[in-house]
């Protein structure tokens, strides 16, 4: 069993930062898989970034490429999502994801966390 709790979700300026990070329970981070997804208000959940157990691969929904860095710390059992030249179109509820295998958006992913709120005001 894993538990997984969101923090460092706010409201930000339209080309602003935020930083999320997700911190995981029990001892076996460093076995999954980590991801984080977001949904907006009448939208379906989408994929936004995920990382590998060692942190050596990465993979990026298009839509944040080049402005969102996915990072993992195995030793504090936290993974983040660095999130620079906001938009509104980025407002959502951001929520991390663990899974011994998956590295992508395809359904299945183990364990969520509850989420927290991104807002990017125009």
């Known amino acids: 069993q894993v538990q997984l709790v969101e923090s460092g979700g706010g409201l930000v300026q339209t080309g602003g930062s935020l930083r999320l990070s997700c911190a995981a329970s029990?001892?076996?981070?460093?076995?999954?898989?980590m991801g984080w997804f977001r949904q907006a208000p009448g939208k379906e959940r989408e994929f936004v970034a995920a990382?590998?157990?060692?942190?050596?691969?990465?993979n990026y929904a298009d839509s944040v490429k080049g402005r969102f860095t996915i990072s993992r710390e195995n030793a504090k059992n936290t993974v983040y999502l660095q999130m620079n030249s906001l938009n509104p179109e980025d407002t959502a509820v951001y929520s991390c994801a663990a899974d011994p295998y998956l590295l992508s958006g395809l359904p299945g992913w183990d364990y969520w966390g509850q989420g927290t709120q991104v807002t990017v005001s125009s």
């Open positions: 029990g001892r076996t981070f460093s076995r999954y898989n």
């Open positions: 990382i590998s157990r060692s942190g050596d691969s990465t």
